[in-house]
């Protein structure tokens, strides 16, 4: 059992967390950049891998206090090496191979993919494996069969836009703001999910991969009419754009809960866990629950907490990962 700090710079949330045997948080801080973004609209990466210089040391600091540790206590520096913008990741894993030169601890790289897919298990306690994993965010949209923290298959993964970059497009074409995800599902409450028939893109009836692009285009279309992508907002009442937030958000959900399900009876596995900032989507827990529920599956929903990019769930899977030998040299590098 091991004190392991993870550091995660993937994006934009600057975040460190220690965790002790895997499944206990003593700390966890994020140091979130939506107010560096929002005025852009999405994520500047020249802005995000400058921010993360600025506040890492401070992040880090506060998460060995929040934790009463010292560097004697910390056993192992584990980091996110892959993938994400590269200018963001090169800044956590530069910190993170400094301290485990300074400190002689071991290094341990960890794919933040993988991280998400498993993340459930912290406030579990345990391993629910085997399971289908869905991690859906801003950067990812994938399915998994967890076996185990050290043996996870990509199932099938977005073909182009992720989930929540569909979200935050959508909700700028409606002029909602940034992030898009928590305000479409705020607005599609008051709309009908049934209004407009949003395509829902399959890629095929044994496909696991995913394609968000053309809902994207289908939604500007309805707003500015075929073919236009301006000047159609203002005509529409806020009932109309919250029909087309409901709808988007169901035809999304569809395919997500539609696709996991399949990933559960492909693998003959008899449990789903969610990770990812678009696993806080309400329509998307109520659906999921739906679907495990009628097919007798259990279903894991990852707390908030760790749901979005977070140093917590890189310490957590590190821990595994140092009990399998599986160690980084100082030579490890970031990959985009
Ligand atoms: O995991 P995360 O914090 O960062 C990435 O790794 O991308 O996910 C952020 C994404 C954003 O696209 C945001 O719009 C979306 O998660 N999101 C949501 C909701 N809350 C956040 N999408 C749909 N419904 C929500 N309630
Ligand atoms: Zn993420």
Redesign the pocket.
């Known amino acids: 059992m091991a004190t392991i700090l993870g550091i995660e710079t ?2 934009d949330e600057t975040s460190a967390g220690i965790v002790a045997g895997g499944y206990e948080v003593r700390s966890n801080v994020v140091a979130t950049q939506f107010d560096l973004h929002a005025k852009f609209g999405g994520i500047v990466p020249e802005i995000a891998s400058r921010a993360h210089i600025e506040r890492l040391d401070g992040v880090i600091r506060e998460a060995m206090e929040r934790a009463r540790a010292t560097r004697d206590s910390i056993d192992a520096i584990a980091v996110t090496y892959t993938p994400g913008l590269v200018g963001s990741l090169l800044i956590g894993v530069t910190a993170a191979k400094t301290l485990a030169w300074a400190w002689s601890r071991p290094l341990v790289g960890i794919n ?1 993919a993988e991280a ?1 897919a498993c993340s459930a298990a912290i406030a579990l306690g345990r391993a629910p494996w085997p399971a289908v994993a869905l991690v859906v ?1 801003g ?2 949209t994938s399915l998994y069969h967890v076996r185990d923290f050290d043996c996870i298959e990509l199932l099938g993964s977005t073909t182009d836009d992720a989930a929540g970059e569909a979200f935050d497009k959508v909700a700028s074409i409606l002029n909602l703001g940034y992030p898009g995800g928590p305000v479409i599902d705020r607005v599609a409450a008051g709309g009908d999910p049934e209004a407009v028939a949003f395509p829902r893109t399959m890629l095929g009836p044994d496909s696991l991969d995913f394609s968000f692009s053309g809902i994207k285009t289908a939604v500007l279309y309805r707003v500015h009419g075929p073919g236009r992508t301006t000047g159609g907002l203002e005509r529409l009442t806020r009932r109309e754009v919250a029909d087309i937030a409901a709808s988007f958000q169901a035809a999304v959900v569809d395919v997500l809960v539609a696709k996991t399900m399949l990933a559960v009876r492909r693998t003959g596995t008899g449990t789903v866990v969610v990770g ?1 900032g678009v696993a806080a989507n309400r329509r998307l827990r109520t659906e999921l629950a739906a679907a495990c529920e009628r097919e007798g599956v259990t279903l894991h929903l990852t707390p908030m907490a760790y749901c979005t ?1 977070n140093g917590a769930m890189v310490a957590a899977l590190a821990e595994h990962r140092l009990a399998a030998g599986r160690v980084a040299g100082l030579d490890l590098e970031a990959r985009a």
Request: proline content about 0%.
């Open positions: 993937s994006c933040h998400h965010s950067g990812h990812g990019d």
